[in-house]
């Protein structure tokens, strides 16, 4: 599946390329907040009800 991704990247336009590197960026720097950020959005609604 990496393989066939990067040929597509290889042919794709800059702005595809650019979009792909930029939530690949986000993914794996926020990746390591997510669960704290859903544990404590779901802390929040908890204690409000």
Do not use: D, K, N
């Not at 794709?12 to 704290?36: C, D, Q, R, S």
Request: charged fraction near 10%; avoid cysteine.
């Amino acid at each position: 599946m990496l393989t066939a991704l990067e040929i597509y990247l290889s042919t794709a336009p800059l702005p595809e390329v650019l979009t792909y590197v930029g939530l690949g960026i986000l993914t794996v720097g926020l990746g390591p907040f997510a669960p704290a950020f859903i544990a404590q959005h779901v802390a929040a609604v908890r204690g409000a009800r």
